[in-house]
Every structure is written in C-alpha cells, then in structure tokens.
C-alpha cells in the first residue's frame, strides 16, 4: 500500500479568517506571503487534538507533563543537544518570547542586535520595549547571505543583546558552528546577552548542513543565551499559538511571563496537545515535508534565473525565497507582482526595499501558477 502524499492538495481557507488568504480575499492575487503554510497539519497532531477535544474541559493551563520533556526528546534526536526539561518555560509566541527577553535581558536604551534583512518583529519589538534596535546588513554572497563582521563588532559596543534568527528569515541562511563561536567570543566579550530564535530549525533543506543550536556551544555565552522554538513553522501550527523558551536556569521561569506586565496570556491547551504530539510523532511527516520544499526552493532558483534582473540566493533553510528585484528596473516589485495576481511580502518590512519574499509552502501546482505570475510581473 502506498502512503498517500498529504501535500498533493489542501483545504480551502477562504472564510477561515485566515491571515493569509483574507489580505487579497476579493481579488484575484495568491496570497504567498505570510509564513504560514496551505497544508493541514499531519493526522497525528490532528488526533492528539481531537483526544484533547474530547477530554471536554478548557480551564487555565500551564506546562502539561510532557511538554518540556517532548521537546527535550525531539532536540536531542534532531539537533544532538541535550537540554534541561526544567529550563523549558511555555510560551504563546516566539514573537512573544523576543519581546519579553527585551524586557527581562536588557534595560531602556539598551541596544539590541540583529542581522538585516530580518523577520518585521526583530525591527519593531525592541522600540516597543523603550530598547534601541541596531541593525547590522547581512552581506549577499552568491550561494549564503553571510555577516559582516567588522559591522557587527562596531555594533557591539552599543549593545547588550543579540537576536539571532537561526536559521535566517529571508535569507534562508543556515548559520555555521564556526559562524556561531564568532558570535559567541564577541558576545561574551561586549557582555552581550544571545537571543536564538530557532523557529526554523527543524525545516533544514540540506542534509548535509544540520542545525547547531547557539546554546549548544561549549562556550560561556552559550550558557547565558535565551533559546526560542516552537513547532508552528514546520507542522503548520501558529493560529494555536504555543511556543517553548529555553532559559540558562529553572529559577528565571518565575520571571518570564510577569515580564509582560499581564499581556501575555497562558499558552492554551489544544496548543500543549498539538505541539507534544508534533515533537514526537511528526518526523516522518516532517521528512516528506522537507523532501517538498527542497523541490519548491529549486523551482523557484530556476524560475527566478530566466527573469531579467531578478536574483535569489538559495535558501539553505525555511520554506521562503528572498528575491532580489534591483536589477529589474521594476520601481516598486511588490505593486507589480499584485498587479500580475501574486501577492508576495515586500521586502521594505524586513528593512529592504527592492526584494520580495515568496512562500512556497503549498500544492505544487498552485506554486507552479503563482510563478507563471511572477514571471509576468517582470516580463510583461
Ligand atoms: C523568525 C521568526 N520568528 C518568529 C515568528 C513568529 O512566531 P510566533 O508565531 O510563534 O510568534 C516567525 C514567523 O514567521 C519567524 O519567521
């Protein structure tokens, strides 16, 4: 008996309040910008919903049993990193967890890192937090965006924190152990305070590559770093908003979520339920997934290379394409691309005008389509 393929069709979010789909919901535009993905979770996250639906009862809940130690379990077989389950504090957000590390890890003023262009958050969180936000341009290399580390260095003298988006969004870059003790010696250095975001961690297209999490390293900084992950990214879960933070020590728990002074909620229950069952039974799935982006990713590097002044550096990582429209003589990429019915995200929110960024997290054949699209909106 063959398995069937999950990703060959997906249901239809149109009148789901979907974030994605109602942004061009009377318009002829396919929405892949939002990094959310078209598929429906794997049948063993839905069951471990459905038997948590059934229990009936929806009271405040914090960590369940098995949380911390499903998590645990699934770094350890993935990534080789051993963690302490007590260290592990529920979340409803990784968003959330970087603006409550903002808070709780740096003080007013203070200056907080991060690698441009970057996921919108990592631009507006730590304003929101009376912090400075200092930004430091990747560098576009013509198979890695890689750092630049005579910026990075002039910007740690201002800073107490650092945000890594490991891997990166939009870039899809996937960074180095060798790149990661860098960063760490400079850290430990400037008494800078490591931020990992590793949402994406487990949606590594190269085998080859492998994820090192930053609080993996034998190094001083890597034991004070704050760790954030969830399992929305790769099983297609963040409308239930459960994230993990991974703390240095069992004691900080206590000050993590009074550190949004009564705005952050308790994680909900069918999140726990769904994220547990992910860590645990959804790697086969996960490896099919990842067999379908890699080919998606491909695609797309083949399309963008027959467009006229359009470029994209290969994602090592993510389900997303960073693409390069300066050369194209298209004023304002993302106004063509609606135009020609493809609604990507624009590259002004991640700090970079001129660059699109594309989903290609559904059917193949709806990817095909908004191709034909892109192709149109820089040929036309
Ligand atoms: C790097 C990164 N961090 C965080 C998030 C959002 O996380 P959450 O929905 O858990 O707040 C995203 C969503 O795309 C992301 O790309």
Redesign the pocket.
């Known amino acids: 008996m063959t398995t069937p393929d999950p990703f060959a069709a997906c249901p239809d979010r149109r009148s789901t309040g979907s974030e994605k789909w109602d942004r061009w919901r009377d318009r002829d535009v396919l929405p892949l910008w ?3 993905m078209d598929f429906a979770a794997p049948e063993v996250v839905l069951d471990a919903i459905r038997a948590r639906v059934e229990h009936g009862v929806f009271g405040y809940t914090h960590d369940t049993p098995g949380f911390a130690s499903a998590l645990a379990e699934h770094l350890q077989r993935l990534h080789g990193w051993r963690i302490d389950p007590d260290c592990v504090v529920g ?8 603006a409550l590390a903002a808070r709780l890890f740096a003080a007013p003023d203070d200056g907080i890192i991060t690698f441009t262009p ?2 919108p ?2 631009l507006t969180l730590p304003a929101r937090a009376g912090r400075r936000c200092l930004p430091v341009p990747l560098v576009q290399e013509p198979d890695r965006w890689t750092i630049d580390w005579g910026a990075l260095e002039n910007a740690a003298a201002h800073a107490k924190q650092l945000w890594l ?1 490991h891997p ?2 939009p870039t899809g870059t996937v960074f180095s152990r060798a790149d990661l003790l860098r960063i760490a010696d400079l850290a430990e250095r400037h008494g800078i305070t490591v931020v990992s ?1 590793e ?2 961690s487990d949606l590594v297209l190269d085998d080859a590559l492998g994820h090192v999490p930053f609080a993996s390293l034998d190094h001083p900084a890597a034991r004070q770093a704050i760790t ?1 992950t ?1 399992p ?2 790769t099983w297609n879960l ?1 409308g239930l ?1 459960c ?1 993990a933070a991974i703390l240095p020590t069992p004691a900080m728990k206590t000050r993590w979520r009074p550190a949004g002074g009564g705005l952050v909620p308790m994680v909900n229950p069918l999140g726990y339920a769904a994220a547990e069952a992910a860590w645990r039974h959804g790697d086969v799935w996960r490896r099919q997934l990842i067999h379908l982006l890699r080919g998606h990713r491909d695609l797309v590097s083949a399309t963008v290379a027959g467009i006229p002044g359009l470029t994209c550096v290969p994602a090592q990582a ?1 389900y997303l394409s960073w693409i390069d429209c300066r050369g194209s003589g298209v004023a304002d990429p993302q106004a063509a691309c609606e135009a020609a019915g493809l609604g990507p995200s624009d590259g002004r929110e991640f700090g970079t005008p001129g660059f699109i960024r594309l989903n290609n997290a559904c059917p193949t054949d709806r990817l095909e389509e908004a191709l034909r699209r892109l192709t149109r909106a820089f040929t036309a």
């Open positions: 939002v990094a959310d979340t409803p957000g990784v968003v959330t967890g970087l970057v996921s958050p990592f988006c990166h969004n975001d949402i994406w954030l969830a929305s990214k963040a908003a994230a993510t």
